[in-house]
Each structure stands twice: as structure tokens, then as C-alpha cells.
């Protein structure tokens, strides 16, 4: 409803320090971009002593895609007297600043808390709400649709004497709305400051819907930023893939003849001699080397994932018996625990295989000379609830230095003095493809490795074959 003022009008002094208060209102609120540090300007602006206006003042801004008011922010004026000010106090040209120091301490008080854990629901069932986004009017706790109004449960307890809420404005459209009230002197609200408060609030909704403009600008930027880094990735990753073919098919014949020819040497010649070792040397690179240029094959290509119902113990118990061998030759104990349960995925059997024993075979080279490799099966949930099996692999090698940890799922990042750098990139990217995530940290004695993927109830991968993702 409108507020008719039936005071006196303003003496012509009073009426130059109104317009000198709101010329410094609007010098602030143009300082600064951030929503956050706008939200805090505005409200202790309203209640600093120095101004005054009102003893508390609350805001909510409008989240239009749930349609709820949501709290902001709180301030009482006694957290409001460390209003700095920018230039000479006196001059149109000065401005009011607050400290991250003051800014986070009112944003950690308990008012504060309070309101910013209120939601409110845009309906017509409270007249207060209808009045501030319906009417864009100004409502007064002594409004008799107010006073009566049985809903307005989330002002009453926050403003339990006379207040005013004031809708902030912008194009035409309620944005959200400030109350304001004085509970340490309990005196009413002025028409005069209620004027002066709406003259306030269309600044201040201009200001704040510039910032959340800024802000959606400055994401979609960063958005499009992150596309192109994409495109350029996998443009990058095309041209890589392709000079990867072209190489392995060059190197590949000559590969083999030699290691051939080493390898018929390698029985020839006697046991013992120097010539043996060269051959024998000769024989081990040329294994590694294709090796390599099989791992550089497959981190380049786009495999195709054929998903079908599988048990993922099962697949981590034949990688442990294809490393059998290893853990005997380096003295490893192992040990599996998964509670018995049939962890059912839906994903690539193979490409999933690949995964474990690449980690399985890292642990091993870790630990020659002997340690313990434990792996655990436990439940998990993600977003939504859904299901999931979380996979811990954890050795007692000594662990990653802490400066590589982020870079270790990193295409040709290795620590190892012959790798390639592609296993766990392979891993990583077969792990994303199956709709999951990899994570490494150091514990007490060696390092882990953390798989999470989607149990096969909950996840929404259709059976077939699909192309990898990345």
C-alpha cells in the first residue's frame, strides 16, 4: 500500500543533508562490483550511527529459478560504526568503505546466521509478500493486512516491533526487499526516513542487480573460457592421436625385426659372455619401447566402451592372480576386503581391468623389496543418493612427493626412470568415461588411490557400446 506523508516537509537544511547522504549512498554503491561487499555497504550504510536511519536492517534478493527469497545478510548498528570514509566527509564526491575484517565479522554474527538460513516462498498466502513483488509497495508492520497476516512467520520473530520492508526495484520488477526496524530504542518509523528509504532502496536494487549481472557475465566468460581450453584441448589431443598412428606404424617394423634378430642372437650365444648381455639388453629395450609406443597408441585414440553388467571384485581378484608372480617375486602381502557383497557396475570389463592392474603393478614397483598392498571394497553415495563402490588401493611404498600429488593423473607426468607418463592419464580418463572419479593421496606408510563409480542399479548408462567421452 502507498504511504501518504502528512509531516511537515523537511527543513532546507535537513533537505541538503538528505541529498548530500544520498549522493554518498551512491558514490559506495558504485565503488564496487562484488555482490558480497555490496550487500554489507548497503545494509551498514542504513545503520551507522552517523546516518540515522534505522538500528537494524536485514536483506533478501529474489532467486528467481526456485522463485524463494533468500536471506543475505543482517546487520545491528553496533557493527555498523566501522564505517570508513573515503574522502572529505563534507564533499559530494566521498564515498563510505568497510574492511574485510568488519565485513566478515558482521557476516559471522548470529543474526546474521539467522537470516541467511531463512527461506521464504513467493505466493499470494502472505500479504506482506504479495505487496512488496505483486504491488512493488512498501509495507508497515501496522498495515492491517500485515498485522493480521497469520504466514508471516519469518518476519515476526526477526522484527518483533515496528518495521518497515521495502521492495528493491529494478526494471520494472521486485528483486528482493529490505526491513528495516530500531529494537534498542523501540521508537517508530518516520514517513520522512520510510521517503528516504525508498529513494535509497531504487539505488540500491540498481547496484545490485548490475553486480549479479557482472557476475553472470563474468561466468559465462569463464565458461566459454573453459570451452575453448577444451576445443584447444582436444584439437590438441587430435593432432597428437594422429602423429601417434603415423609414428607406430613407422616404428613398429624396424621394432620388431631388431628385437627379432636380438632375440635369435640372444640363444646363440653363449651363457656368460659379454656379447649375451648386449644381446640381452638389446632384447628388454626394444620390449619396452613397444611397449611405450602400445601405451602412446591407446592414451591417443578414441576407444569405443562397451558397458554390460559386471562384477567388480571379480575383475580386481583376476587382476591379483595375473600379479601373482610379482607379488611373489617382491614379497608383497595382499590383502582384498569387500564384505562379500556382489559389487555390480555397469561399464567395460577390459578397459575397467586395465585400470586395476595398471595401479596394482605401480604399487608393486613401489615396494621391491617387499610390503603390504591392501584394497577395500565400501559402500558410497553421490549426488542425488545414488549408490555407489568405493575402491581403495593403498601400498606401503613411502608415498608421492606432495608437490607431483596433482599432477600424477597428468598426461607424460612419471616418476619412474623409464615410463611413459600415460598409465594413470589412461586410467584416469577409462575411470571419467565410466561415470567416476580417481583421487591420489599419501597416507602413514605409502601411497592411495581412491576409485569411485556408480553402482549398477542407480546409474543411467544404457547397455551397448558407446565412443569415449573425452
Known amino acids: 500500500m502507498n504511504i501518504h506523508d502528512s509531516s511537515p516537509h523537511p527543513e532546507p537544511n535537513n533537505r541538503v543533508a538528505e541529498l548530500t547522504l544520498l549522493y554518498q549512498f551512491s558514490n559506495t554503491m558504485l565503488s564496487t562490483i562484488r555482490l558480497n561487499k555490496l ?11 552517523s546516518s540515522n536511519l534505522f538500528e537494524r536492517a536485514v536483506l533478501f534478493l529474489r532467486n528467481e529459478k526456485s522463485d524463494v527469497l533468500q536471506g543475505m545478510l543482517g546487520i545491528t548498528r553496533w557493527l555498523s560504526e566501522d564505517l570508513l570514509i573515503v574522502g572529505d566527509q563534507d564533499t559530494l564526491g566521498s564515498r563510505w568503505d568497510l574492511s574485510d575484517e568488519t565485513i566478515s565479522r558482521q557476516r559471522s554474527t548470529d543474526f546474521s546466521m539467522q537470516i541467511r538460513q531463512t527461506r521464504i516462498d513467493i505466493d499470494d498466502s502472505c500479504p506482506l509478500i504479495h505487496q512488496i513483488f505483486a504491488e512493488r509497495n512498501v509495507c508497515r508492520s501496522d498495515d492491517i493486512s500485515c498485522h493480521n497476516c497469520q504466514t508471516c512467520h519469518f518476519i515476526k520473530p526477526l522484527c518483533n516491533g515496528s518495521f518497515v520492508a521495502m521492495p528493491l526495484v529494478c526494471h520494472g520488477k521486485s528483486i528482493g526487499m529490505i526491513v528495516v526496524d530500531n529494537p534498542d530504542s523501540g521508537r517508530e518509523i518516520s514517513s520522512d526516513n520510510i521517503n528516504f528509504l525508498r529513494l535509497f532502496a531504487n539505488q540500491a536494487g540498481m547496484a545490485i542487480e548490475n553486480s549479479m549481472l ?3 557475465i563474468e561466468e559465462a566468460h569463464l565458461n566459454l573460457k573453459d570451452a575453448q581450453e577444451r576445443l584447444q584441448h582436444g584439437e590438441r589431443m587430435a593432432a597428437i592421436g594422429e602423429m601417434a598412428a603415423n609414428l607406430v606404424h613407422e616404428l613398429k617394423n624396424p621394432l620388431v625385426t631388431i628385437g627379432g634378430f636380438a632375440g635369435r642372437l640372444l640363444k646363440l650365444l653363449p651363457v656368460e659372455t659379454r656379447q649375451r648381455q648386449y644381446a640381452d639388453t638389446i632384447v628388454s629395450e626394444v ?32 587382476c591379483l592372480t595375473d600379479c601373482t608372480t610379482s607379488f611373489e617375486d617382491h614379497n608383497i602381502k595382499v590383502s582384498l576386503s569387500g564384505d562379500g557383497s556382489r559389487w555390480g557396475v555397469s561399464g567395460d570389463s577390459h578397459q575397467l581391468k586395465q585400470v586395476f592392474l595398471n595401479l596394482i603393478l605401480n604399487s608393486c614397483d613401489v615396494m621391491p623389496e617387499g610390503g603390504e598392498l591392501s584394497i577395500r571394497l565400501t559402500p558410497g553415495k553421490a549426488a542425488g543418493d545414488k549408490k555407489t563402490v568405493i575402491v581403495c588401493i593403498e601400498d606401503s611404498g613411502g608415498g608421492i612427493q606432495k608437490e607431483m600429488l596433482p599432477q600424477v593423473f597428468n598426461p607424460f607426468f612419471t616418476t619412474k626412470v623409464h615410463g611413459t607418463g600415460l598409465g594413470l592419464a589412461i586410467a584416469n580418463r577409462i575411470i571419467l568415461n565410466h561415470f567416476g572419479s580417481i583421487d591420489a593421496h599419501n597416507t602413514g606408510k605409502g601411497a592411495a588411490f581412491i576409485i569411485t563409480l556408480p553402482l549398477a542399479e542407480q546409474t543411467d548408462i544404457n547397455k551397448g557400446c558407446q565412443d569415449d567421452r573425452s
Open 39 to 49: 550487500t554489507h555497504l548497503i545494509l551498514t550504510a542504513i545503520t551507522t550511527p
Open 214 to 216: 557482472y557476475n553472470r
Open 287 to 318: 620390449c619396452r619401447l613397444e611397449k611405450m609406443l602400445v601405451e602412446i597408441l591407446a592414451f591417443s585414440r578414441k576407444p569405443t566402451i562397451c558397458f554390460s553388467s559386471c562384477d567388480l571384485k571379480e575383475i580386481i581378484q583376476d
